[in-house]
């Protein structure tokens, strides 16, 4: 189905390429704990798009020059401060009358979905979605696929990478990540909690969150970055 599929497994792998590294590619980010989540949440519940940031300080400018544009975002899982929202899927479930679009900054999501911009497409993903980007990516043309897992600061992330795998095993795509998926389904949520970015919300009194992120199949909707900004294709 695809020529090669590749996955990258923390910031070191996916921010030394360079752009040209991404052209022709289909690349999948996923950053289950939360940004990616709470991207397809908030398009699924009414967000017209998304606009994904490395740098709080860019957000910040480009929502005061947008009309209807929400400042979204956290750093090490703490709200922003002077931000209207942190980086719970929680806070998107209704969306205010005053806006349409979200200016959303993270501390490891947005920061990937940036660094992979040169890309023939980018899809983001999350278990929410994740059996409806198997679908698309099933429907479309052959191209190299690359597996971004975000990462929990520098370092690899646990539910990215199983999450991936999940995708490889929906795709029906031999990779060493179809096993650690299938060592942990059957509790996925002891594996995340022990992960160091569910260890963290767990500290932050973010249960809450886990446990969202943690559904499978909520949605059916393929979110993508086109020109810039995330909206549902």
């Known amino acids: 189905m695809f020529p090669s599929v590749r996955v990258y497994y923390a910031p070191a792998d996916y921010e030394n390429q360079t752009a040209g590294h991404w052209r022709g590619r289909t690349v999948v980010v996923f950053d289950i704990l939360r940004a990616t989540s709470t991207i397809v949440t908030a398009l699924a519940n009414g967000y017209q798009s998304v606009r994904c940031f490395r740098e709080v300080a860019a957000a910040q400018r480009y929502a005061a020059d947008h009309d209807r544009t929400a400042l979204a975002g956290e750093r090490d899982g703490v709200p922003q401060s002077g931000f209207r929202y942190g980086n719970s899927p929680g806070e998107f479930l209704s969306k205010p ?16 979905i940036e660094s992979v911009s040169g890309a023939r497409q980018i899809i983001i993903a999350s278990l929410l979605n994740l059996t409806a980007v198997a679908d698309f990516l099933r429907r479309g043309p052959d191209s190299s696929l690359a597996l971004i897992c975000s990462g929990s600061g520098e370092d690899f992330s646990l539910e990215d990478a199983i999450a991936a795998g999940a995708l490889l095993v929906e795709l029906n795509v031999d990779h060493p990540l179809t096993s650690l998926y299938i060592a942990n389904r059957d509790d996925l949520r002891r594996a ?31 979110p993508r970055l086109v020109a810039g900004v995330v909206k549902n294709s």
Not at 98 to 112: M, Y
Not at 207 to 220: M, P
């Open 97 to 112: 009358a005053s806006h349409d679009h979200l200016a959303l900054t993270t501390t490891n999501g947005t920061r990937a």
């Open 192 to 222: 995340f909690c022990v992960s160091k970015n569910g260890r963290h919300l767990l500290e932050i009194n973010l249960a809450a969150d886990i446990d969202w992120c943690l559904q499978r199949d909520k949605y059916v909707i393929v």
